[in-house]
């Protein structure tokens, strides 16, 4: 091994203008890294399937599945010609295979149990070694179908030797999945049809972590989705377009503008947009129930009066305005929200900000520093 | 006598401390009248026992004898006393048959005083559990009420359906009369209580007794030697043997006869040699001879009559072994099912209820569950009400030396 790949989680550099010039690195916020090393020319990642304790907001402990401690799992990021061996070890206490989605591999190496290799025995490990021939967004995923719904996904991005054009200032991924865990428990209910945790990068609003550009910025968000429900995600203030799927970049021109893409179950979504108005938008599902958190009807003592004149009104009581700046803490990302701003956000949702250069770099001051943004 | 008996025993309830049992039982030993009648048995078997024993009395008289109308002077005037001087320990016997009367009126009195202790005991845990389920009842009808609420909120948006509401307020409609019905049970077991301490007039006031009070924890063996032994029903039938054994023994002194002595006194008038005889004096004595009558008949009777009291006693050692084996069956059974809901069904379904609750108020669960582990919980205190109310009985009936018979 001659060298030591490192997290391109950092403030993404600045756009090169240079049409040669390689892709900015992809944040995927509140997902780590996965590192690699170098076996000659080859990158070498390690990763282990286990189960994970996490929190999809503060305080609400989930027992999910993951790798390396993180669910989703650490993001893999490569480029299109790279040779990688990724080194699967298997702590479940059950089988267990990953699958390569959307890459094109040796079908040896696809991850198919039963079919491309045995599955994994808990404890045992399996090599996979394949040369990346495409560049795009695509991810691993357990191909244990229950083992999915327990959270066991990852980004796998390939970016391209020169960044495609017009090249993007900031590039993100979100992955997508939902959850159906009951009040008292922190197991998820992988047999659920319905759904009451909506998460995004494994956080559910107002504990996700808000995308921050700066204004005239050109934004790429790479979007995947691995669970059991389709996601219309729609992007307030702004219009973008498709550049990409689960198969990789698509042929431009990119015409059709849009503020909502489908990202179906299995499907990954490039969007690409200049962040040309400033403000803080939401990025969200736009399906009703995925607004929310532990989803329940708020009728009782709590919030009805049954001698008040609203108690008479059919279909009181309806709002879910529970404003909880708590759960979101305190992160630089954070800086400058009006108090109360999670009052509406639960979910599937985060914010897209789009601020300011100075303001962006008070923030990035703030992330440099591990300082918490101002009250 | 402490100042809370007093007031027990002089029929002023004490307003600030509560009732307890201690004082209850004090006020029905005092006041109770089957205690009283069983007391005045014991007054006539030692009254009687004082009689038991005493001598026949004496008889002194007068006598005219040869009295010869055609002959003057003639006759003999005087006097005599006679005394029967029983003997044959017959005078014993009848203070030992006395004695044990007196015993069996004792031990009679015993039992009245054990029947009237199980009572109060019984009645009193009986009323600690009335009371406490009529308070769950009004929990209970109260839940109902908001459930019927709720349901009404559920249909407002679009949750629940009319089937939802008519069934809400039937339970609510049940709820309110099983609380009537509890008032009812509740004030029966005041006046229940109120017999059992002579107190007819006694009010509702609050207990010093819960039901979170700990059940005794009794050893079969030793309960059942106990009971054996300080029973007042096996008291009673070994009190009527003693007294039958008594009689056995009197009625066998009966057959020594008793002496008979009589001395007289007069004057002779008839006359001799020319001068009136004057006084004379005389003495008899004799006894009876067992000939004929040896009493065989009374002492064969007797006899049997022991035998049987004997038998009858055993028959009641029978009766109160087998009357403990079904109560400490109850016992055992009851306080078993009340500890095992005290110890780990109630703290769960109080949990259940608290999780429910909590989540609830922190706006990720709904309300209606928390209605529903709330009924769960009150429906399960009300059977662990029916554990403790059947353990207390049984433990009033043990540790009144099976008084219930």
């Known amino acids: ?375 | 006598m402490n100042l809370i008996l007093w007031l027990a025993l002089a029929g002023v309830p004490a307003q600030s401390a509560p009732l307890d049992l201690a004082t209850l039982e004090a006020q029905a030993l005092q006041r109770h009248p089957a205690i009283r009648a069983a007391a005045a048995e014991v007054d006539a078997a030692k009254a009687r026992a004082k009689q038991a024993g005493a001598w026949v009395n004496p008889v002194i008289g007068a006598s005219a004898d040869e009295l010869r109308p055609r002959e003057q002077p003639s006759g003999v005037f005087g006097g005599f006393i006679q005394q029967t001087i029983p003997l044959g320990g017959k005078l014993s016997a009848a203070k030992g048959v006395a004695a044990s009367q007196v015993g069996e009126a004792e031990a009679r009195l015993a039992e009245s005083r054990q029947r009237v202790l199980f009572d109060v005991r019984q009645r009193y845990y009986a009323l600690v559990v009335a009371e406490e389920r009529l308070s769950v009842a009004k929990e209970l009808a109260a839940l109902a009420a908001r459930t019927v609420e709720m349901t009404r909120q559920l249909i407002n948006v679009g949750i629940a359906d009319r089937p939802d509401q008519l069934g809400a307020d039937a339970e609510a409609a049940r709820m309110q009369a099983r609380l009537a019905e509890a008032q009812t049970f509740r004030l029966a077991a005041w006046q229940r209580l109120g017999a059992a301490i002579a107190d007819p007039a006694l009010a509702p006031q609050p207990l010093a007794q819960s039901v979170s009070e700990a059940l005794p924890v009794l050893d079969r063996a030793d309960t059942l030697a106990r009971v054996l032994a300080e029973s007042g029903a096996v008291a009673s039938a070994d009190g009527a043997l003693a007294v039958q054994k008594s009689l056995v023994t009197s009625e066998k002194a009966a057959v020594r006869p008793d002496l008979f002595v009589r001395g007289d006194a007069g004057g002779n008038r008839e006359r001799a040699d020319g001068r009136a005889i004057g006084p004379q004096f005389g003495v008899e004595a004799g006894v009876s001879i067992p000939l004929f009558n040896r009493n065989q008949g009374g002492i064969a009777s007797a006899t049997s009559l022991a035998i049987g009291a004997a038998a009858s006693a055993e028959a009641v050692r029978l009766d109160v072994t087998a009357a403990f084996a079904s109560a400490f069956a109850e016992y055992e059974s009851a306080r078993a099912l009340a500890e095992s809901y005290r110890a780990e069904i109630l703290p769960k379904a109080r949990l259940a209820y608290e999780l429910h609750l909590a989540k609830y108020q922190e706006m990720v669960a709904a309300y209606p569950p928390v209605l529903q582990s709330e009924r769960s919980l009150f429906s399960m205190t009300e059977d662990y009400l029916a554990a403790l109310d059947r353990a207390w009985t049984a433990v009033s009936a043990l540790r009144t030396a099976m008084a219930v018979r």
């Open chain 1, 1 to 375: 091994m001659s060298a030591v790949g490192v997290s391109a989680q950092k403030a993404a550099p600045a756009r090169s203008s240079s049409a040669a010039a390689p892709p900015v690195g992809v944040v995927t916020p509140d997902v780590p890294h996965l590192p690699f090393t170098m076996d000659g020319g080859t990158k070498v990642f390690r990763l282990r399937a286990e189960p994970v304790r996490t929190e999809f907001v503060p305080g609400r402990v989930v027992d999910a599945w993951g790798f390396n401690g993180s669910v989703p799992g650490p993001t893999i990021e490569a480029t299109e010609g790279d040779r990688v061996r990724i080194i699967m070890e298997n702590r479940l206490p059950e089988v267990f295979a990953p699958h390569w989605h959307g890459l094109e591999v040796p079908v040896e190496m696809d991850g198919t149990p039963g079919i491309s290799q045995p599955p994994i025995a808990p404890g045992e490990s399996f090599t996979y070694e394949f040369t990346l021939r495409q560049n795009g967004t695509f991810f691993y995923h357990s191909h244990m179908a229950m083992q999915e719904m327990m959270g066991m996904i990852g980004f796998f991005i390939v970016h391209p030797a020169a960044a495609h054009q017009p090249a993007v200032d900031r590039d993100f991924g979100i992955c997508l999945q939902e959850w159906m865990i009951h009040p008292n428990n922190t197991v998820p209910n992988t047999l659920a049809m319905e759904f009451n945790w909506l998460t995004m990068n494994g956080k559910a609003a107002p504990a996700t972590t808000p995308i921050v550009v700066k204004r005239g910025e050109r934004v790429r968000i790479r979007l995947i989705n691995m669970g059991m429900d389709h996601h219309p995600i729609h992007l307030h203030g702004m219009q973008f377009v498709v550049t990409g799927t689960e198969a990789g970049r698509a042929a431009g021109p990119f015409g059709m503008r849009e503020n909502t893409v489908l990202v179906g179950v299995a499907q990954a979504r490039d969007i690409e947009f200049v962040a040309s108005s400033p403000g803080d938008w939401m990025l969200h599902c736009h399906l009703p129930h995925h607004m929310m958190n532990q989803m329940a009807s708020m009728v009782g003592p709590m919030m009805v009066d049954p001698g008040a004149p609203s108690a008479k009104v059919s279909g009181y009581p309806q709002d879910m305005w529970m404003p909880m700046d708590h759960l979101a803490g305190k992160k630089p990302e954070l800086l400058g929200l009006p108090a109360n701003w999670t009052g509406a956000m639960m979910g599937m949702m985060t914010l897209v900000r789009v601020v300011e250069p100075a303001m962006f770099d008070e923030i990035a001051r703030l992330r440099a520093a591990g300082r918490e943004a101002r009250s």
